[in-house]
């Protein structure tokens, strides 16, 4: 059965169909079968790009084809763009298949252009739709080698000069398709001052610099995502077009903590692609081993590891869909949850795939069979904790938010909770509000409040009662933990016990993701089909992250979700909550 024919086939925790289902099918069927030699955009020509540390010209030509671009641009600007889930979907899909395409073809244009659909006017927003609906490139220009994450820092200028037009000097470095992007998005400092108003940010078209002031730098060699180009820029008395700058100046920082907001939950959601290959792998070169007599996928310890991944999948892929529903529900609220996200998810899903590659044994190293891919995917994980923010500057991000919100937000007069369509992932959404996107969440929480409403309005006798239970407690103790801290332990140099607490308190938003998902499933669910082990084993597998405990999934949670991953690996099915035709 071709990915093509096949069909939608509901799991053990049923969800609403999403609305991009046809876009995202449609795509798949383009990328067509993985395992074909044939295929241009298959496994083995995917690989020798890799090699060659190229991007797959036949990917990007695949993409043009389809209009990816339009999936970054707003409806209102004639893009497909109107819910963040429906985006992450589709990325997904080309993370899939080969994430060098996800973030050099596709994030790195939509990195660029949220910072100008969120602050630029008018023209300039009709000026990149038109450029990416053409099938242009925009590249998101912030790194400084000297300054990392910390791009309030940030180095490069953009000051008057003696006709009073903006001039640039200084660089930027291992920046994604900078060599390649007609326009850019550069982050630069319009006044010498100190201060958050001292930056900017800049819309800029390449063909308006003038040659001789701008050089582009060495391309910048990387163990992962090899076919990326990440290259530099430098600029020398480089005059800037009037109307170049994004929104007011100085208002760089505010707009680009208000656009991390999206950037920080989609990117880790479409990398959770990468994760179902490396899982889709892993499974398919443990079945065609034979160890100790039996098929290597029998044995103990491999049922373990393939069945954790999968919580950790299903655990990563939940937290995110309920964040990037947030995202329109409760959009003042979002820098929270983006910041939460990016610490957590990353990091599940690197140690997800280093897990499976323990599977390959000492054949790992060998370049036949499935290890070349697998080792691919290995190296194209690792940047995905660090790029674009770190976890560390993820956790300083919420760490000042922290106290308000345990004093204001948790409590029982709090705001009201999310409502329950941000857990349905089928359902419609208000439409997505860059106006509405702010940098402070002004201490209000309404996904820990739906943890603590829906607990209390779940049956004594539900099976996840007593789950609920238990994290409402350790909000509770959070509470207590966060409220009285102090403004010297909130800063950028905090104690490892200060980040201790954003890690608990995303804990807790990851668990209400969780909980509320399984009790606001779908009404008329077939008795039998939603499968209590599922969440049960997803919120076992946050306590591991978490260091609540080392224990693995118990049995009667373990088996269940081993079926599943089988049925759906035999049905070419995603093992992500959507579970939809792949030729991954």
Known sequence: MTSASRVHEPGPWPVDRPATDEATDHLERLFADAGDPANPVGRAAILAADDSGEMLPAGEELLTSYGLNAHFVPTELGGRLSRLDDLVRVMRAVYRRDPCLGLGYGAGSFMAAVNVWTAGSAEQRALLARRLLSGGRASCAYHELDHGNDFTRAGLTALPGADGRLRLNGRKEVVANLRRAETMVLFARTDPARGSRSHSQLLLDTEDLPAGTVRHLDRFTTVGMRGVQLGGIEFTDCPVPDGSVVGRPGQGVETALRSFQLTRIALPGMTIGLLDTALRTALRGVRGRTLYGGPAADLPLSRSILTEVFADL???????????????????????????????????????????????????????????????????????????????????????????????????????????????????????????????????????????????????????????????????????????????????????????????????????????????????????????????????????HLDHHREPLPRHLAEPLHAELLRRFDAGLTFDLDSRPTGA
């Open 314 to 544: 299903l655990l990563a892929d939940t937290f995110t869909m309920v964040a990037a529903r947030a995202a329109h529900t409760a959009p003042a609220q979002t820098g929270v949850y983006a910041s939460a996200v990016k610490a957590f998810v990353p990091t599940v899903l690197i140690r997800a795939v280093s897990r499976l590659s323990e599977l390959l044994g000492s054949q790992f190293y060998l370049r036949d069979g499935e290890q070349p891919l697998f080792q691919k995917l290995l190296r194209d994980v690792q940047p995905s904790a660090f790029g674009h923010a770190s976890r560390v500057s993820c956790q300083s991000a919420l760490l000042p938010q922290l106290p308000l919100t345990a004093r204001r937000g948790w409590r029982a007069d709090a705001a009201a909770p999310l409502p329950a369509d941000t857990f349905r992932t089928g359902r419609p959404l208000p439409g997505l509000r860059f106006a509405d996107l702010t940098v402070s969440a002004a201490g209000r929480d309404p996904l820990a409040r739906s943890l603590v409403t829906a607990t209390e309005a779940a049956d004594t006798d539900d099976p996840l009662t007593a789950s609920g239970r238990a994290w409402c407690a350790e909000l509770a103790a959070l509470t207590v933990d966060a409220a009285g801290l102090a403004p010297a332990l909130i800063g950028p140099d905090a104690p490892p016990y200060a980040f201790g607490l954003t890690t608990r308190w995303t804990g807790v938003l990851a668990a209400s993701a969780c909980l509320n998902t399984w009790w606001c499933r779908p009404d008329g669910t077939t008795p039998g089909a939603a499968d209590p082990a599922v969440p049960l084993a997803l919120l076992h597998r946050l306590g591991t």
